[in-house]
C-alpha cells in the first residue's frame, strides 16, 4: 500500500513565483513526516521535518491531518532550489518514501 | 568525518552471484539503513537497524541479508542475484532513529 503520495514527477515554475510540492500520506496513527532533497551530483539531505515547525532555506512545510497532507512551499522560488524533492513518513522504526518530485526553477 | 561511505561505486553481477555492498559511517549513528532506489519508485526501505547487533526487515527484504556486528558498518548481501536486483543502493545513518538521516553517494548494481 502506498503511504506517501507525491502526484507531481515533475514541477517546473519561474523565479520569483511561488511554489507548492504536494505530498500526502496514508497512515492512521500520529505521522511524523519529513521532505528530503537531492541536488545535482549531491546526496541526499535532509530538508525539514514538521515536528520542528521550521523554515529552511525558505521552505515551510505544515501538516494538516484532516487532509493527511504535509505540503512544502516556499513563497519565491529562487534557481538554487531546482532539485529532487522527496517526502518520507515514519511510522515505527520504518521510512517511507514518496516517488519525489522534479522541481525546475525557470530562470 | 569521513560520513556515510558506499563500495563499490558500481558493480555488475552476473544472475545467481553473490556479493556484498559495504557501508561505513564514523558518526557513531546508531541507526542505520539500506533502500533500494528504482525508476518512479521512490526509495524503498530493504533493513535497518538501531544498534549493533540487531537488525530488522524494511518494506522489501527479500533476496537480500545484513548484519550489525558493530556500530559502524552495517553490510548488505545478496544471496543470489536476480536481474530484478537491478537498482540503486543508499545506506543511511542517523543518530537516533528521528534525527537527520544522512545517506551514502549510492552504489549502482546491475545484474545480467
Known amino acids: 500500500a502506498q503511504r506517501v503520495t507525491q502526484p507531481e514527477k515533475l514541477l517546473s515554475v519561474f523565479k520569483g513565483a511561488p511554489v507548492e510540492l504536494k505530498c500526502n500520506y496514508s497512515?492512521?496513527?500520529?505521522?511524523?513526516l519529513f521532505w528530503y532533497v537531492q541536488y545535482s551530483r549531491q546526496r541526499l539531505q535532509l530538508l525539514l521535518r514538521?515536528?520542528s515547525r521550521e523554515s529552511i532555506k525558505g521552505f515551510t512545510a505544515d501538516l494538516n491531518k484532516g487532509e493527511t497532507s504535509f505540503h512544502l512551499k516556499k513563497p519565491f522560488a529562487q534557481e538554487e532550489d531546482s532539485a529532487m524533492y522527496y517526502c518520507?513518513?515514519?511510522?515505527?522504526?520504518?521510512?517511507?518514501f514518496g516517488t519525489g518530485t522534479s522541481l525546475t526553477v525557470i530562470p | 568525518n569521513a560520513g556515510v561511505t558506499q563500495t563499490p561505486k558500481f558493480q555488475v553481477l552476473k544472475t545467481g552471484q553473490s556479493m556484498t555492498l559495504q557501508c561505513a559511517q564514523d558518526?557513531?549513528?546508531?541507526?542505520m539503513s539500506w533502500y533500494r532506489q528504482d525508476p518512479g519508485m521512490g526509495l524503498r526501505l530493504i533493513h535497518y537497524?538501531?544498534?549493533?547487533?540487531?537488525?530488522d526487515q524494511g518494506e522489501v527484504p527479500n533476496g537480500y541479508n545484513v548484519s550489525r556486528s558493530t556500530t559502524e558498518d552495517f553490510p548488505l548481501r545478496l544471496l543470489s542475484a536476480a536481474p530484478s536486483q537491478t537498482s540503486v543502493y543508499f545506506c543511511?545513518?542517523?543518530?537516533?532513529?528521528?534525527?537527520?538521516?544522512?545517506f551514502g553517494p549510492g552504489t549502482r548494481l546491475l545484474v545480467l
Open positions: 543511511a545513518s542517523s543518530y537516533r532513529l528521528r534525527e537527520t538521516q544522512y
Open positions: 558518526m557513531n549513528h546508531e541507526y
Open positions: 497512515y492512521s496513527g500520529s505521522p511524523e
Open positions: 537497524s538501531v544498534g549493533a547487533g540487531i537488525t
Open positions: 518520507a513518513l515514519l511510522t515505527g522504526n520504518q521510512f517511507y
Open positions: 514538521h515536528i
